[in-house]
């Protein structure tokens, strides 16, 4: 089992390299935000941008209205891109490969793009649900994965023309006593501060928010083969998979308070991150 060690370190400034505003001073009014096209730094800095992703030299950024910006030199100046209408705010962007891409967000809403993010179609939304996704990864061309608010958990195998709700913690496929994972040690790194949970922490995993997905790579060199995934979330909640996500176990977390992401380091390592500006190396 990996271990985890707390990382000390500054997120406000992760994606300042490429100039996205992740912070709006105010909203920007609809009615004068044009349908596509180029937009001015004045716009720019008011629009509030969740997520963004980079495939080649082009940034490609998701945010509130279902706003979606791409910029070619480095966030110098941004271009809005072809959405549905009524689309609502987006929370994760992931590119399969430097054509296809996907975005995530309220009402279960998953879109597309095969033209490097300039326009996107929407594939799959489930407003009753009341469920908003958080995250999206995909492991080849088929198959892909969703997941979100109160356990939310969606998988695709057809390239991502079809979504279906799974369940990820049933009762029949969860690992339990000796062959859970055992307890690692952890080691805080640049805090004295005891960790701190969430208010409110709920008991179970089968209604927490799950806010990051991954696929995991064997090794430094290896690329993820879609057997290995990973998960983080609301209070403290990790899991992995082996079997292409079909079954669950769940990890013992070093943190009590909620994680909001989580990346494979080259070396093999994975981090992941959250609440309090908390970060864990795993060893």
């Not at 990996?2 to 500054?10: E, G, P, S």
């Not at 996205?20 to 920007?28: D, H, L, W």
């Not at 945010?63 to 271009?79: A, F, H, P």
């Not at 609301?234 to 994680?259: C, Q, R």
Request: aromatic share 10%; charged share 20%; no cysteine.
């Amino acid at each position: 089992m990996k271990k985890y060690i707390a990382v000390t370190a500054l997120l406000g400034g992760l994606l300042a390299f490429v100039g996205v505003p992740f912070a709006a001073r105010a909203q920007i009014n609809p009615a004068v935000m044009p349908a596509s096209g180029p937009l001015s730094k004045q716009t720019m800095a008011r629009l509030l941008l969740t997520d963004a992703a980079r495939i080649g030299n082009r940034v490609v950024a998701v945010g509130d209205r279902g706003y979606i910006v791409y910029s070619d030199n480095n966030g110098t100046s941004w271009q809005r891109a072809k959405t549905p209408l009524n689309t609502p705010l987006l929370t994760a962007i992931y590119f399969l490969d430097d054509k296809t891409g996907w975005a995530v967000g309220h009402d279960s809403t998953i879109l597309t793009t095969t033209d490097r993010g300039e326009s996107w179609s929407k594939v799959f939304s489930a407003a009753d649900d009341q469920k908003p996704l958080m995250d999206v990864t995909f492991v080849d061309a088929n198959r892909g994965f969703a997941v979100g608010a109160y356990g939310a958990f969606y998988g695709t195998s057809d390239g991502g023309k079809t979504w279906n709700a799974r369940k990820m913690f049933e009762a029949a496929k969860t690992v339990q006593s000796s062959a859970a994972p055992k307890k690692g040690k952890y080691e805080s790194v640049g805090s004295s501060k005891a960790a701190e949970g969430d208010a409110g922490d709920k008991g179970g995993d089968e209604d927490k928010h799950i806010n990051a997905i991954i696929a995991l790579a064997e090794g430094a060199t290896a690329k993820p083969d879609g057997s290995k995934l990973f998960v983080a979330g609301e209070a403290g909640m990790l899991a992995k998979s082996d079997d292409g996500g079909t079954t669950w176990t769940k990890i013992a977390s070093p943190y009590k308070g909620s994680f909001f992401g989580a990346i494979q380091a080259k070396d093999g390592a994975v981090l992941i991150y959250g609440l309090r500006g908390r970060i864990y190396r795993s060893t």
